[in-house]
């Protein structure tokens, strides 16, 4: 274990739950830390965007950066239910294995799914992690975050081939990425399991936000071009309805403004 960020993250929860500005001794004191390395474990916090210091006292708190993740998280577990219908339609008019994912680091997690009738079918599960860069609804979320590429370096990391297919360099991931980011939709072929192919596309919530993404896996039996471009129909369309059933509304109409009076002439 890492006895550093270990002691950060304690830091950092301990601060959350006083909720209130403390100072650099009260930390000390808490954790039977020298007050300059607590002051580093603060200051550090404080780079990194987990807490903030008052100017005039020097005194710290957290910072909201932990409502935000925490509602990111609680967004992406409660959703399930109410993108369902959505989900389930598209697996109906699809044939193929429907999930829904979030991004969690790296990886995508899938949260629910709908399995393939057909004989031939793809396979996951839910509760199941694969990498993000490897798989579509993967490459759809990190297409929507727009990471600049020393940022996704340090997301990802070393990039591992898994198939002959995988994307291992970043020029050609970022290239994808911003191919996917265009057309609204990402594509796997083959990347992450030989003979499975996918397409994913990204949900938003009510505020705009990005909290997960509707992934299609196919066998690349049936995932010919002009058959993809027509999942890739019904993907959007999926994505689109299910965004509306968590309050998205892409282009807000404004409420309309008053018709002047004419005026009559003098």
Same mark, same amino acid.
């Given at each position: 274990m890492d006895s550093t960020l270990a002691k950060g993250l304690a830091v950092?929860?301990?601060?959350?739950?006083?909720?209130?500005?403390?100072?650099?001794?009260?930390?000390?004191?808490?954790?039977?830390?020298?007050?300059?390395?607590?002051?580093?474990?603060?200051?550090?916090?404080?780079?990194?965007?987990?807490?903030?210091?008052?100017?005039?006292?020097s005194a710290y708190r957290a910072s909201l950066r932990l409502f935000e993740l925490g509602a990111l998280v609680g967004q992406a577990a409660d959703i399930g239910p109410l993108v369902r219908p959505q989900l389930a339609a /598209? $697996?109906? #008019?699809?044939?193929?294995?429907?999930? +829904?994912? @979030? %991004?969690? =680091?790296?990886?995508?997690?899938y949260l629910d799914k709908f399995d393939s009738?057909?004989?031939?079918?793809?396979?996951?599960?839910?509760?199941?992690?694969?990498?993000?860069?490897?798989?579509?609804?993967?490459?759809?979320? /990190? $297409?929507? #975050?727009?990471?600049d590429p020393?940022? +996704?370096? @340090? %997301?990802? =990391?070393?990039?591992?081939a898994h198939t002959p297919n995988t994307l291992?360099?970043?020029?050609?991931?970022?290239?994808?990425?911003?191919?996917?980011?265009?057309?609204?939709?990402?594509?796997?072929?083959?990347?992450?399991? /030989?003979?499975?192919?996918?397409?994913?596309?990204?949900?938003?919530? @009510?505020?705009g936000a990005v909290v997960?993404?509707?992934?299609?896996?196919?066998p690349s039996t049936r995932f010919a071009r002009a058959r993809a471009r027509q999942l890739a129909e019904l993907l959007l369309a999926c994505a689109a309805a299910a965004s509306a059933a968590l309050g998205y509304h892409p282009n807000p109409v404004p409420a309309a403004l008053p018709t002047p009076l004419r005026r009559r002439p003098e």
């Open positions: 950092l929860e301990w601060l959350a739950r006083q909720q209130r500005d403390c100072r650099a001794i009260e930390v000390a004191q808490a954790f039977a830390l020298a007050r300059s390395n607590a002051h580093r474990t603060l200051q550090t916090l404080v780079e990194c965007g987990w807490a903030t210091q008052d100017a005039a006292t /598209l $697996a109906q #008019a699809s044939g193929e294995t429907i999930h +829904l994912a @979030a %991004l969690d =680091g790296a990886e995508i997690v009738p057909l004989p031939v079918a793809a396979y996951s599960r839910v509760g199941g992690r694969a990498p993000a860069y490897c798989v579509a609804s993967g490459k759809a979320l /990190l $297409a929507a #975050a727009g990471l020393p940022a +996704l370096r @340090a %997301l990802l =990391g070393k990039l591992v291992t360099d970043y020029g050609a991931l970022g290239a994808e990425l911003q191919r996917s980011r265009a057309r609204g939709y990402a594509e796997n072929r083959e990347e992450w399991r /030989l003979g499975v192919c996918g397409l994913g596309a990204v949900l938003h919530d @009510a505020r997960a993404a509707v992934g299609m896996s196919v």
